[in-house]
């Protein structure tokens, strides 16, 4: 294949994941409208739906509705079963709602899983049609951050059962991708700035950092509506996808320990790596570039965040919005500073 054939069949395969992580998300959305009516398996206690989700053994899981814990509802003892036994004359009706729900929530991860195999094929394709690492413009970033985006929330499927996260950024990573394509850039060479190694370094620490950072806010943002849901709704009242989410208090420490595993990458990517890139390429360490401050201000919000829930103890609501915050700001460094604030990183558009 020729370097322009590698570019077409990465445009190509990019369009193509869009569209299959596009049916992952509306198969995920199936499941939550599936089980609107269903109501937690009898015996399932607020305590029990509050245990951390993952104390569970790391394995493959049916990703369909998960029980409170993170754990699956099939082939497990008290779950599958007590579907099939729930007490009263809707058991039946129930064990074939949650049976189809969790049909479709298998459909949801399949394609989740294509939809990143896809993408990958494309972001591989596009660095051999460049001839360099694909991740140079706010495209390339995209697509790339895509990919991580989705092979982290299937990691954490197959370590934490995090199954539940899946429409949240199945359809983050569907509008990333689509809003791309509005940036897009032909495959090129590198402008004599970003001939370093230092690039490969800064930019893949801040995509992974940002791929975590995506699914902390997820979860703080899940927490937020089941920890309002759970103070308001009476537990007679309690059915539908929401409910089998897990506790609240579980989602709020998945949020901590996501962002407690992304702060130091990001540290790492915007105060260490990304100066030395900068003396490499402008000769200075620090130049207040507004790339640079908005690194800097996402950097400040992520560590009182992380500070304030080591020393002051804060849970809940308003490390939740906290979390948020800092994510509102990583993303406005990533799109805002790069379109509307000019700078030396001008050339990442």
Known sequence: MTLEQYANFSNYAVASATAVLALSWLAYLVQWAMSRQVAPAAGETAEHRSEELVAASPGPTAPGLTAPGGDSDAGEPG???????????????????????????????SFAVLGGLILLAGVISRGIAA?????????????????????????????WRVEWLGPILTGFTVVLLGSSMLVY???????????????VIHVIAAMIAGAAF???????????????AEE?????QRTGYLWHLPGSAAIDRLAYRVHAFAFPIWTFAALIAGPIWAQ????????????????FISWVIYAGYLHARA???????AAAILA??????????????????????????
């Open 311 to 317: 020393t002051a103890g804060w849970k809940g609501q």
């Open 324 to 349: 948020l915050v800092g994510f509102a700001s990583f993303l406005f460094n990533f799109v805002g500073v790069n379109l509307f604030i000019d700078g030396l990183h001008s050339y990442a558009k």
């Open 232 to 236: 308001r709704t009476p537990e007679e």
């Open 280 to 295: 490499y390429a402008w000769g200075r360490y620090w130049g207040w570039d507004p790339k640079e401050v908005w690194a």
């Open 185 to 199: 850039v032909p495959a090129g060479p590198l402008v004599p700035a970003l001939h370093s190694y230092w690039l």
């Open 131 to 159: 001839q360099r690492v694909p991740w140079w413009n706010m495209y390339e970033f995209a697509i790339a951050g895509g990919v991580l985006v989705i092979g982290g929330y299937l990691l954490l499927v197959r370590l």
């Open 214 to 228: 995506l699914v902390g806010a997820s979860a703080s943002a899940l927490y937020l509506v089941k920890s309002r």
């Open 79 to 109: 779950h599958g079963a007590a579907v099939g036994t729930a007490a009263g004359q809707n058991g039946a009706g129930r064990k074939v709602e949650v049976t189809r729900a969790e049909f479709a929530g298998r459909i949801g991860l």
